[in-house]
């Protein structure tokens, strides 16, 4: 290989891995499509994945004994209430560790404006990639792909 191609194979193959940093930075590569689960809400009703699709979407996975998550639990409230009729909307998914008498309490009593779901078995939080710290919330988009995960509280000004 002569020196001239050497030198333009190292320039393809450096702006090759300046493209691929730049996905990931900008989020196109590191984007996963949500899993398909089925939520079964404190009232009843159940939702899943299809229906979402045409929102932006946060689920948060918490727990009535996680003093994080009752310190953030406010501005979930306020973040909902902000953008839900721009086709934003919360799930409040409760770890299968907390009594759902618990949850129950807690939703009622704080009147929450969005669907509370108990993840009775784990598997919502095992689809979620085994979601076992609280709060873990996943944002996703309106092609029902995750944008973002955050663990712990969620930066609510960003």
């Keep these: 290989m002569t020196i001239a191609r050497r030198h333009l194979a190292i ?21 996963s499509v949500a899993p398909a689960v089925r939520y079964a809400l404190l009232d009843g009703s ?3 994945t299809e229906q979402l699709k045409g929102k932006v979407v946060l689920v948060n996975f918490w727990a009535t004994s996680c003093t994080t998550c009752v310190a953030e639990m406010p501005h979930i409230v306020a973040a909902h209430q902000k953008f839900k009729l ?3 909307t919360t799930l409040a998914v409760a770890m299968s560790y907390d009594p759902p008498v618990f949850v129950s309490g807690f939703a009622e009593s704080r009147k929450l404006p ?8 784990g598997a919502i939080a095992r689809s979620f990639g085994n979601v076992q710290l609280t709060p873990t919330s996943f ?7 995750v944008v973002k ?6 930066d609510f000004a960003a």
Excluded: Q
């Design 11 to 31: 320039a393809a193959f450096g702006l090759a891995a300046v493209v691929a940093a730049w996905l990931l930075l900008a989020g196109g590569a590191a984007r």
């Design 46 to 48: 159940t939702l899943d």
């Design 86 to 88: 721009r086709g934003y």
């Design 114 to 121: 969005f669907g509370v779901a108990i993840d009775n078995t």
């Design 139 to 145: 944002l996703i988009d309106k092609h029902g792909r």
């Design 149 to 154: 995960r955050y663990v712990g509280a969620p």
